[in-house]
């Protein structure tokens, strides 16, 4: 029964880590639901934020700012990841296809790694190229 009982404990965490959502894939729920307060608890200290040519390195609060009025005048209809980069195990980086109301933008997401967790460290939203 002991042995049983180590077994479970060990194999409980490998469990944890295996199912551990991906951030990528958090961020791309967060816009699609609209939800930029958790989106911003993703934030690294300092993002570098780009929506529609208008470029700025901002805290969590002023992205989170940011990106509420650009969401608000553009309802999300759609998210899809459309690629991701995994192969650095310190860095993740993806573009989303964002459908709104208004139109379709390119969402490009950079994260790396922070004392152990992928925080977000550049957004980037621009119009879709034709």
Known sequence: MS???CLLLFLLPLGEVATAADPVDNAAEYIRTGNMHELSKLF???VETAILG???TDTPAQAETA???FFKNNPVKSVSVVHRVN??????FAVLN???STGT??????FKMVNGQFLMDE???????K
């Open 98 to 100: 964002v459908v709104t």
């Open 123 to 129: 957004i980037k939203i621009e119009a879709e190229k």
């Open 44 to 46: 690294a200290t300092d």
């Open 3 to 5: 042995r049983l009982i």
């Open 87 to 92: 192969s650095n195990p310190t860095i993740k």
């Open 67 to 69: 990106l509420t009025t």
């Open 54 to 56: 208008n470029e700025n």
């Open 105 to 110: 933008y390119r969402t490009s997401l950079s």
